[in-house]
């Protein structure tokens, strides 16, 4: 059983950055996809960085440029570095593993919370203006 385990998360103001981590155990081996997922109150849940097994990324528009995912295999643990952080980045930010270990078509389903079935417990990110 895949456990996931987010920290890093915490108060900063607009403009400032933040690190995130996700340590991962359990068959991790089996998802060809890891992500990062941000909740705020009120609205649905959107991906906001995935990555495969072999390094590629994909990004909404909205944190593009300014969020960096990325991952250390050897300790499985995945990273979201955030820069340039704006008070509507405020949410409840989640890491998530997909269950397979095949790739999805076309790319941006790998922002999609439906496709992942291994969830962590969440890091509260909140940005001040």
């Known amino acids: 059983q895949v456990q996931l385990v987010e920290s890093g998360g915490g108060s900063v103001q607009a403009g400032g950055s933040l690190k995130l981590s996700c340590t991962a155990s359990?068959?991790?081996?089996?998802?060809?996809?890891m992500g990062w997922f941000r909740q705020a109150p009120g609205k649905e849940r959107e991906g906001v960085a995935a990555?495969?097994?072999?390094?590629?990324?994909i990004y909404p528009d909205s944190v593009k440029g300014r969020f960096t995912i990325s991952q250390d295999n050897t300790k499985n643990i995945l990273y979201l570095q955030m820069s340039t952080l704006k008070p509507e980045d405020t949410a409840m930010y989640y890491c998530?593993?997909?269950?397979?270990?095949?790739?999805?078509?076309?790319?941006?389903?790998?922002?999609?919370?439906?496709?992942?079935?291994?969830w962590g417990q969440g890091t509260q990110v909140t940005v001040s203006s």
């Open positions: 998530a593993a997909h269950p397979g270990t095949y790739r999805l078509f076309p790319p941006y389903r790998a922002l999609s919370y439906y496709e992942y079935d291994y």
């Open positions: 359990g068959y991790t081996y089996s998802s060809n996809y």
């Open positions: 990555i495969d097994r072999d390094g590629s990324t």
